[in-house]
């Protein structure tokens, strides 16, 4: 089974998890929870392994983009392997970070990652301690990105990234996150992804929201784009339940 998720930030929305459990006491090291940023689990250097402890003693198997809450230097100094078909950075037995530009199969379907957005409050926060410039995809990543869309046919099942591109900013919903925010140069990297690849549905965190993003009034059919925090959403043969 997989699922798709928002943000836990470590431990201050780990209970979703729990519940998760509660509810679905048939979960095991097979199944995957699929956090779209902000896992904020490896944040202290240090004392990352301890602060881990509960989500290692989950039943599931934790997969997760990164945010712009992270500590980039403890990930980035984690070796490099190959999993599902892309990159990954294997945090613990049963939690693995999905690298940016990706595509991974699982279960036969196939997941496009990119990770990345930019923190408003960086002004705040300390470079290197609570902040990291490394939060921003660089060309490089997108680089890599349409490398591996193209060997894929520029086509798949599921798009999961922390921010949203230009286009889901647009509805409503999102329209009190622009006053504020802006549209941030991640916002308009994404919108790139949304003008070559064909995908079934793309899921993003972020803004701490359960949203459906409607389509463009141009276009037919159902929304294709769903920020998530608390939801969970399970992903099966027959598409989204």
């Known amino acids: 089974m997989i699922f798709v998720t928002g943000d836990t930030h470590g431990d201050e929305h780990f209970l979703k998890l729990r519940e998760l459990c509660k509810r679905r006491k048939d979960l095991t090291k097979k199944d995957y929870v699929i956090i779209a ?8 250097k240090g004392r990352y392994n301890q ?20 500590n980039f ?3 980035d100094d ?12 294997r945090v613990a037995k049963n939690i693995i970070h999905l690298m940016r530009g990706q595509v991974f199969t699982i279960e036969g379907k196939t997941f496009f990652t990119f990770g990345g957005a930019e923190s ?27 490398k591996n869309l193209k060997l894929h046919g520029n086509g798949v099942d599921y798009i999961i990234t922390h921010t949203i591109d230009e286009g889901g900013l ?15 140069e991640t916002n308009r990297g994404l919108t790139g992804f949304e003008k070559t690849v064909d995908y079934k549905h793309w899921f ?10 409607p389509r463009p009034k141009e276009e037919k059919g159902l929304s294709r784009k769903s920020a ?4 969970f959403i399970e992903i099966t043969d027959g598409g989204l339940l």
Not at 51 to 70: A, C, I, M, Q, S
């Open 73 to 75: 230097d403890i990930l």
């Open 228 to 231: 998530l925090f608390n939801k």
């Open 120 to 146: 408003v409050d960086k002004d705040t926060r300390t470079a290197g301690e609570t902040w990291w410039p490394q939060e921003v995809p660089t060309e490089e990543d997108y680089a890599e990105a349409y």
């Open 51 to 70: 602060d881990l402890r509960e989500f290692k003693r989950l039943p599931f198997t934790v997969l997760f983009v990164d945010g712009n809450h992270e």
């Open 37 to 44: 940023g902000d896992f904020g689990g490896v944040w202290y």
């Open 170 to 184: 647009s509805c409503p919903q999102m329209q009190r996150f622009v006053e504020k925010k802006g549209v941030t």
């Open 204 to 213: 993003f965190g972020h803004y701490h929201i359960e949203a459906v993003i």
């Open 78 to 89: 984690m070796p490099v392997e190959i999993w599902k078909g892309g990159k990954v950075h």
